[in-house]
């Protein structure tokens, strides 16, 4: 097992967008494999890199028995049916609300291996695969609720027992850290470009 631990909300990393994976070597594998563990052990539904600490564009997802991954996602969606529901999240704990989002989503990317992917979602796996590339934009599900409902969120946030506003949060820095003189033209390269800033959404259980 390579358990590891989640950071929380308040944690500066869950606000960062993160980067492009440029290198499919046996770090990213040794990421996939930390993220999964992890994510199982939490009987999570998924769990992206941020929420470890990495600032790389991965996520893994545990939904309906389908157990997998997609690195540097972009979603597209078919249509305009939207779906209302309970939505949490590892990075915050035991607290569960109501989150609109897209029905069906056609999620592109990669395998740990460099492998083209594609995930065709409805119901929860869309829901899911919205969820964590949100975090790979540093885009929280408490983003997605109307004002009133986020001004309930934040309260049971500052109720609940693992939050503590005092405690300084701890980066970790990603191994696959990239310039930002080659980002373009990386993001380019994978296929990102303007589509990571038209993703109109973004679960941890």
């Known amino acids: ?68 991954h997609l690195v540097n996602p972009v979603l597209h969606f078919p249509d305009e049916e939207e779906q209302d529901g309970q939505e949490g999240c590892l990075s915050i704990p035991g607290l569960y609300f109501d989150t609109k989002r897209r029905l069906n989503v056609v999620a592109k990317g990669f395998t740990e291996y460099g492998d083209p992917l594609q995930i065709v979602g409805t119901g929860l796996m869309a829901r899911c695969v919205q969820h964590e590339t949100d975090h790979l934009d540093g885009v929280l599900f408490l983003d997605r609720l109307d ?8 309260k049971a946030i500052r109720q609940a027992d693992w939050y503590d506003e005092a405690a300084p949060p701890v980066v970790k820095v990603s191994p696959h850290d990239v310039p930002p003189s080659r980002r373009q033209s990386l993001a380019s390269r994978f296929g990102l470009g303007s589509d990571r800033s038209a993703n109109p959404f973004g679960l941890g259980r």
């Not at 990393?13 to 990213?28: K, N, Y």
């Not at 004002?147 to 934040?154: H, I, L, S, T, W």
């Open 1 to 68: 097992m390579t358990v590891q631990p989640i950071r929380l909300f308040g944690d500066p990393v869950l606000r960062t967008p993160a980067e492009p994976v440029v290198d499919f070597d046996a770090e990213l594998r040794k990421l996939v494999a930390d993220l999964t563990d992890t994510m199982r052990e939490q009987n999570g539904a998924g769990l992206a890199a941020p929420q470890l600490g990495v600032g790389l564009r991965v996520f893994t997802f545990d939904v309906d028995d389908v157990v997998g």
């Open 147 to 154: 004002p009133e409902a986020r001004k309930e969120a934040m």
